[in-house]
């Protein structure tokens, strides 16, 4: 079993609606949590970054954080065509920085 | 807005041929993370580097697998032979210190093994 779990989608949704995406993973100890988007032939760039539990919020991003049930989500408001890309979630258990990617969720964004 | 430079962008080698992507980090950045990503999976990581040290090299199939660091700036990273199961996306990464924060990955170096 991976440590990451992420649902490879595609995810598809019309312009305007809220994106919801997530990951569980089995490590308890993980404190830090990110999501990456990665566009078609591109490298991942990174679009949250969340310590230990709680909420972030970054114009249409949120990502939360639930540690006891290890659960993470992004949720993208507003959602539109630009938005169309794998979405990846990573995570790592120490400052050394390596770390655990998901699968990635791919999203489609219909105009 | 500074970038990580991979170089090539694209490459098409025959199996038991060597191959070598190089990779010249952001201006600064101590920390230099090789990862391979399998299409439809996410990144792994082969190699961390702090300078032109090696910090964490286990998931590296050393042989056939080699990579260094010198003078703690640009990265080659190689592969001899070149098998089928090496076709990937081949991504650097470069961060200014040794925490998670601040990763920045080049656009990649695409290898297909055939």
């Known amino acids: 079993q991976k440590e990451v779990e992420q649902d490879p989608g595609p995810l598809s949704v019309p312009e305007g609606a809220i994106v919801s995406l997530n990951c569980t993973y089995s490590?308890?100890?993980?404190?830090?949590f990110m999501w990456y988007r990665q566009y078609s032939r591109k490298g991942p760039e990174l679009l949250m970054y969340?310590?230990?539990?709680g909420n972030k919020e970054d114009g249409r991003f949120t990502a939360q954080v639930d540690k006891s049930s290890k659960y993470i989500s992004l949720f993208i408001r507003d959602s539109q065509p630009s938005d169309s890309a794998t979405y990846l979630c990573?995570?790592?258990?120490?400052?050394?920085?390596?770390?655990?990617f998901g699968a990635g969720t791919q999203v489609v964004v219909t105009p | 807005e500074a970038e990580v430079a991979q170089s090539p962008r694209y490459k098409i080698t025959e199996k038991s041929q060597a191959v070598a992507f190089w990779c010249d980090p952001i201006?600064?950045?101590?920390?230099l993370y090789w990862y391979r990503q399998i299409l439809g999976q996410g990144p792994e990581l082969l190699v961390q580097?702090?300078?032109?040290?090696?910090?964490?090299d286990s998931q590296l199939p050393k042989d056939r697998f080699s990579a260094e660091r010198l003078k703690g700036v640009d990265s080659t990273l190689k592969i001899q032979p070149a098998e089928l199961g090496d076709s990937a996306m081949y991504l650097c990464?470069?961060?200014?210190?040794?925490?998670?924060?601040?990763?920045?990955f080049g656009s990649g170096t695409r290898l297909t093994v055939v």
């Open positions: 490590n308890s100890a993980f404190q830090y």
């Open positions: 990464a470069s961060s200014p210190g040794t925490g998670a924060y601040g990763y920045t």
């Open positions: 969340t310590y230990s539990s």
């Open positions: 201006s600064g950045h101590a920390t």
């Open positions: 580097f702090q300078d032109e040290s090696v910090v964490d």
């Open positions: 990573a995570m790592t258990t120490d400052s050394w920085g390596k770390l655990q």
